[in-house]
């Protein structure tokens, strides 16, 4: 078997972190394989452009026989599966790309990975990997002093996406049960960095904030999420991959518990110091706007993560402070991009030689 592992979504938010990632400290090829939707960014791996170690290919997990080529003709000895719809208020406006992603893309992933596997030699099969890289959100919501999630949490899942990313978590851990594929499956919480698309909650404020305009919090800000720093997130993937059990779960977690107001005002607080010549006269804090409350909103995610860090030996490098001013310096030092992202310009940066494919729009 060679060392090339399989990267679904790797021109995504932390799909590109985990590619980069790899290529930097493992050295090994990547297959790189992306819809490049909205949420496919290739300026985020512009700098492997020319690099051998990472080959992308365009296509959709839910063209089957163009999976199976991949498989036949790059034979990875491992996947990684971060292509999917995530973001919960597309997922409210239109759930059915959720459904065909989330679901039916997971499932043809892991069909034709086990078709794949069935025909590997004895020897080879001992060291395949599948793993299929999941949310926090399918546990549902916590209540106040509620004990944060374990890997035997029930699932509860409140919205289109987490009810999607639940039924691709059942089916992978199905394929395990039924068929011996050496799936792993973990659930992370609420990552954030660098090449974040900017629908999500920091790159959001930031890009607001440097241009004057109201920063929009969900009803009252008192939500919780719990924030995992992507490189933090990235290292847990390698060792999982490295020493996980298959048909094991592992959750993913830096006990960073903020609300969704206080990540704000930190971020509002980060500007201040590293951009004050930006600063609106009141401050950027006083750009904080109330909004109406989303559909369902879940009130508090809080994973625990003990047994990564005891089974597994992974701790997170960065506290939120340290990875959320990474962050904020990142999205100042990269303004370019974040600007592309907003005006859609991003879509227009191609990879030379990389073919159009029919449906990839």
Not at 111 to 117: I, P, S, V
Not at 234 to 243: E, N, P, S, T, V
Not at 248 to 267: A, C, F, H, P
Not at 301 to 317: C, F, H, M, S, V
Request: charged share 20%; glycine share 8%; hydrophobic share 35%.
């Amino acid at each position: 078997m060679n060392d090339t592992i399989l990267v679904t979504g790797g021109a995504g938010f932390i799909g590109s972190n985990f590619v980069l990632d790899w290529v930097n400290r493992v050295g090994t090829r990547v297959l790189n394989l992306d819809k490049l939707t909205y949420a496919g960014n290739l300026q985020n791996l512009a700098s492997l452009e020319q690099n051998p170690l990472h080959v992308l290919e365009r296509g959709d997990i839910l063209d089957r026989p163009f999976i199976r080529s991949l498989f036949k003709q790059y034979q990875p000895r491992a996947v990684i599966h971060f292509a999917a719809e995530s973001h919960v208020d597309r997922s409210i406006a239109g759930p059915e790309v959720f459904v065909q992603t989330n679901v039916v893309g997971t499932f043809n992933l892991l069909e034709e990975a086990r078709r794949y596997w069935d025909d590997m030699a004895s020897s080879d099969k001992e060291g395949f990997r599948f793993i299929h890289v999941s949310t926090d959100e399918v546990y549902g919501s916590l209540k106040p002093g509620e004990a944060p999630f374990t890997e035997t949490t029930p699932y509860a899942p409140n919205s289109p996406y987490s009810a999607s990313k639940a039924g691709s978590d059942h089916l992978a851990r199905s394929f395990f049960h039924t068929y011996g594929l050496p799936v792993i499956v973990t659930n992370c919480s609420n990552n954030y960095g660098p090449c974040q698309f900017p629908e999500k909650l920091i790159p959001l404020v930031i890009g607001q904030a440097l241009t004057g305009q109201n920063l929009p919090v969900y009803g009252d800000g008192q939500n919780i999420r719990d924030w995992l720093y992507v490189t933090d997130h990235c290292h847990a993937l390698r060792k999982i991959l490295a020493h996980g059990k298959p048909g094991e779960g592992y959750n993913v977690g830096s006990r960073n518990e903020r609300t969704n107001l206080e990540v704000v005002q930190l971020v509002c607080g980060l500007l201040e110091e590293m951009a004050p010549e930006r600063r609106p006269k009141a401050g950027y804090a006083s750009l904080v706007t109330f909004v109406r409350d989303r559909a369902g909103h879940d009130w508090r995610y809080a994973i625990n993560a003990d047994k990564i860090e005891r089974q597994l030996g992974w701790t997170p490098l960065e506290t939120f402070e340290t990875g959320l001013r990474k962050t904020v310096l990142w999205y100042l030092t990269h303004e370019t991009w974040l600007k592309d992202c907003i005006s859609g310009r991003y879509r227009t940066f191609r990879f030379s030689g990389l073919p159009h494919r029919e449906g990839c729009e």
